[in-house]
């Protein structure tokens, strides 16, 4: 047990931060920073810089533009980044989740074609798994691809695809069977974004933003050779991408114990024996989540999968924010719902994500069936009544 | 023993509901929430004045309607169901209520019959920056007739004829009415976690005010008007929470997952029992609240304080749990459930966030256990 950096993690440490300073500002330096104009353009740019010096997906062979690093590299890396204002939000999806199930389930010219163009910023991925009627239970999907020749023709509506107005490629869950069992009848495809078809309505979200959307697909074609994994095999390549998103969203992006407690002592609450036990619960939970990780880590550095046990972090992360963002307004009393950047304390953060905070109680998996996948698949409890398991999935109810 | 509305006060809240339901759907929220320039909803507004709602506690001497503080709560608990973007707690609240409490009767024979025919629109002016203001340490000062300084955010500020603004003066604060077409007033609009209320900056230069009650009584005059207001805040709350949780109730019934209604799962019903229980300890401490705001008994501050700190954990609750049960239908601009989140804030911040109102209760208990 050591928590310490070995000699070579140190002089990796070293090296990354001397990147990044050389490259970033560090985090809440610049009022600037948190504008989210130009979004896309930064995090393409910071993307290329990355990829062009090694530091991006660290743990991503060399042959794909990756470092070849440990997975205690990629721990390092990701906790000297997160001090910097780095512009990474556009690419958690694809480089998160996407590209990975293509280096997993595609072919050598998917590899090829694909993976050093999304490493280098150049292309954007997002994930097409959501339906209107399939959302938790997202093998309950209805979009239908149907054999045509070499092709394969898909009609179908997506829902809440982050990011699909700026996406280039896409994984795209469908269906390629309704006559068997739900998670038997499924296939997943590359799809490119582009193409005539695809049809991209950005819906209005609760926090007044507009990043996620409807996808409609009318008669668009995707050749068979862009099939990730077998025809009716879509379920087991899909556990890899929602296994991979778990771990890719557990660290909720938005204030922290750490920014409250700063705001706290800069306006005298800090003093507040209430406020005081709430700050400890926080860090402990964070630090507890924190920690999780390092142990998730060591597993795989000793070539271990990490579990599921990952599902604990986003139902940490996104309740605390929404409590810590709570608090601070409920600590600036009436002035706390002023909502203006350029009045508030640390750029209305707080206010900026208490809008935020319900959608990443939901995305990628809502606090309810994160629990359940503990419940069941950690501690081996029984499974939820499944009415719908074995019928065919043309005749089960939905809504 | 009889712990509840009687049947002429539940007809009332009957017919406010029909009437807010009709008049005050959300259709009519979103107009205000859609329109930068839009403060309220004037349509409705005028309806409300028309009804007679704001004289519902003004006595019949100034042309009110006679009726009690527990008629208030209970179209209090209505405006609260329906989100109504009007300055109706501003006005018949705040500023009603201040110049009840200690307006000459000059000033409550020139107010009040205004503010029943709708001339008037009140707002309450405290909040100076971030954290609840102390009267003791406030920027703004009145100096026996005029106010100066800034007050930021009021809630209704960009419409309200007339501000109650709490200032210093000399060593102790004052409450002070003052007519905001007079001299030295600057209003800036905000933008807001709630936009369905207006909210401004406000700044006062030498502009001419008059005081409620005497000099220096504005600590606890204000003490007095705030405990008022957050029992009928509370049943705004109240009114809020339960149209959450029925929003939510309705969701899990019609929405399918995994083959049935989501209404089945046991995190599902869980989270509906909590939001209930919650909801309920809520309304039996606004109702003790509203007993004993219209006896004005001595129980009050922590009758207050108690229904306060319910009611804002229950819509808090509610709100966003709401939203949780629509999943990623509920993060949408589109449905309702971001409304009553963002009002929840609103209505829990304004005139005093839970810590505040803890505070009072605990005080509260203690002055009584000294006794
Ligand atoms: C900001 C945001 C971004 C997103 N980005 C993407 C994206 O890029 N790509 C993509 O494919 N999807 C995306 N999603 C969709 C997201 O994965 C779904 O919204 C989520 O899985 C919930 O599904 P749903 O909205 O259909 O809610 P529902 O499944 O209808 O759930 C409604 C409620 O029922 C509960 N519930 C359902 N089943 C059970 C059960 N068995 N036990 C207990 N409770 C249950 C849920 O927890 C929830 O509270 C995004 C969502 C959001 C909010």
């Not at chain 1, 998996?365 to 019928?391: C, F, H, M, S």
């Not at chain 2, 042309?63 to 300055?87: F, I, K, S």
Request: hydrophobic share 40%; net charge negative.
């Amino acid at each position: 047990m050591d928590f310490n950096d070995t000699p070579e993690e140190a002089a990796f440490r070293k090296e990354a931060r001397a990147f990044l300073e050389k490259h970033l500002k560090p985090k809440g330096s610049e009022r600037a920073s948190r504008d989210r104009a130009n979004m896309l353009e930064k995090a393409k740019a910071w993307q290329k810089t990355k990829a062009e010096n090694k530091f991006a997906q660290i743990t991503w062979p060399k042959e794909w533009g990756g470092r070849g690093g440990t997975a205690m590299q990629n721990v390092i890396w990701g906790q000297e980044e997160s001090k910097f204002d780095a512009p990474t939000g556009p690419f958690a999806i694809g480089l998160g989740m996407c590209v990975p199930t293509v280096i997993a389930f595609g072919s050598d010219e998917h590899k090829e074609r694909y993976v050093q163009k999304a490493l280098m910023g150049e292309e954007i991925w997002c994930q097409l798994f959501s339906e209107p009627s399939a959302g938790s239970d997202v093998a309950g999907l209805k979009t239908r691809a149907v054999k045509d020749g070499d092709d394969w023709v898909i009609n179908g509506q997506k829902v809440w695809t982050s990011g699909a107005h700026y996406s280039d490629y896409g994984i795209l869950l469908v269906r390629t069977d309704p006559k068997v069992p739900k998670h038997k009848g499924l296939t997943m495809f590359i799809v490119d974004m582009k193409q005539p078809g695809v049809e991209v309505r950005p819906i209005h979200q609760a926090s007044g933003g507009r990043e996620f959307n409807e996808v409609y697909f009318t008669d668009v074609r995707i050749p068979d050779k862009d099939r990730l994994g077998d025809v009716g095999a879509g379920w087991k390549v899909a556990l890899v991408t929602l296994m991979n998103e778990r771990l890719a969203v557990g660290g909720s992006p938005g204030p922290d114990w750490a920014e409250i407690m700063e705001y706290a002592r800069d306006h005298g609450s800090l003093s507040d024996q209430a406020f005081r036990e709430k700050l400890a619960d926080w860090y402990v939970a964070a630090q507890g989540y924190k920690l999780t990780k390092f142990r998730t880590q060591t597993a795989l550095s000793r070539g271990q999968t990490p579990g599921p046990e990952n599902s604990i972090g986003k139902i940490i992360t996104a309740n605390h924010l929404q409590d810590i963002c709570n608090s601070a307004i409920e600590m600036q009393d009436h002035f706390g719902i002023i909502n203006e950047t350029d009045r508030m304390p640390g750029d209305a953060i707080f206010q900026q994500s208490f809008m935020w905070a319900p959608g990443l109680r939901i995305a990628g998996g809502t606090d309810e069936i994160l629990k359940n996948i503990i419940a069941e698949r950690v501690l081996g409890l029984p499974q939820d009544v499944r009415v719908d398991k074995d019928k065919p999935f043309d005749e089960l109810k939905s809504g | 023993m009889n712990f509840d509305f009687s049947e002429d006060q539940k007809y009332l809240a009957g017919e406010a509901r029909k009437f807010l339901e009709a008049e005050s759907a959300i259709p009519v929220v979103r107009e205000v929430l859609n329109d930068d320039d839009k403060a309220y909803s004037e349509g409705l507004w005028k309806k409300i004045a028309e009804m007679g709602w704001l004289g519902t506690a003004v006595p019949e001497e100034q042309g009110g309607l006679g009726l009690g503080m527990l008629e208030m709560c209970v179209l209090a608990e209505e405006m609260g169901r329906v989100l109504a973007p009007v300055p109706f707690s501003s006005t018949a609240y705040f500023l009603t209520e201040a110049v009840k409490l200690a307006g000459s009767d000059e000033v409550k024979n020139d107010i009040l019959p205004r503010v029943v025919a709708g001339e008037i629109i009140g707002c309450y002016a405290a909040s100076e920056g971030p954290g609840h203001p102390d009267p003791a340490n406030l920027k703004t000062t009145f100096d026996g007739s005029t106010v100066s300084g800034t007050k930021i955010p009021v809630t209704d500020g960009g419409i309200a004829t007339h501000a109650v603004v709490l200032a210093k003066e000399g060593s102790g604060a004052s409450l002070v009415l003052v007519d905001l077409s007079g001299a030295g007033v600057t209003r800036k609009t905000l933008s807001t976690l709630d936009p369905t209320r207006g909210h401004a900056e406000l700044t006062f230069d030498k502009t001419p005010g008059v005081r409620l009650g005497a000099a220096g009584d504005g600590a606890s005059l204000n003490d007095q008007l705030m405990d008022k207001v957050a029992v009928l805040l509370a049943f705004e709350q109240l009114g809020g929470a339960s149209r959450a949780l029925e929003m939510a109730k309705e969701y899990a019934l019609e929405r399918y997952a995994f083959g049935r209604p989501i209404a089945g799962n046991q995190a599902i019903k869980h989270k509906l029992a909590e939001m209930y229980v919650k909801n309920e300890v809520a309304r039996s401490n606004c109702f003790y609240g509203a007993w004993a705001l219209s006896t004005d008994a001595p129980e009050m501050p922590e009758a207050a304080a108690a229904a306060r700190v319910a009611a804002s954990e229950a819509f808090w609750f509610a709100s966003k749990e709401n939203i949780q049960t629509h999943g990623g239908m509920g993060f949408t601009w589109e449905v309702d459930c971001h409304l009553y989140y963002r009002r929840a804030k609103l209505l829990a911040v304004q005139a005093g966030g839970p810590k505040v109102w803890k505070e009072k209760l605990v005080r509260a208990l203690e002055q009584k256990n000294a006794a």
